[in-house]
């Protein structure tokens, strides 16, 4: 069965920083293109990142988290992180990791399956 046990959600001040993990099993963790989204309550869901295949060459990020946030994989350890560094108030939600292939024209992944979220909180 394919499995995405995400991770390191937590309390945080407005600017400071968290970092999440992703371990992944289940299938060939390389050959599929892993990514991140978001769901605040009452909002819809929103892209965060996703990073390609193999030796994940390209990485997209959504709008509101370009030069905040830093996606980066394992293959060794079937890992993803996600390095969310000045974080708003607004990064507020239930973090989920995915597992699909990235849509280059759209600039984000398109998932296949996913599990359950870690939820990040901002707040003073």
């Known amino acids: 069965d394919v499995q995405l046990q995400a991770s390191g959600g937590g309390l945080v001040q407005p600017g400071g920083s968290l970092t999440l993990s992703c371990v992944a099993s289940?299938?060939?963790?390389?050959?599929?293109?892993i990514g991140w989204f978001r769901q605040a309550p009452g909002k819809a869901r929103e892209d965060v990142s996703c990073?390609?295949?193999?030796?994940?060459?390209?990485?997209s990020y959504g709008d509101s988290v370009k030069g905040r946030f830093v996606l980066s994989r394992d293959n060794a350890k079937d890992t993803v992180y996600l390095q969310m560094n000045s974080l708003k108030p607004e990064d507020t939600a239930a973090y989920y990791c995915g597992m699909g292939i990235l849509r280059h024209g759209l600039g984000r992944c398109e998932f296949d399956s996913w599990g359950q979220g870690t939820q990040v909180t901002v707040s003073s």
């Open positions: 289940g299938f060939d963790f390389e050959d599929y293109a």
């Open positions: 990073i390609s295949a193999y030796s994940g060459g390209t990485i």
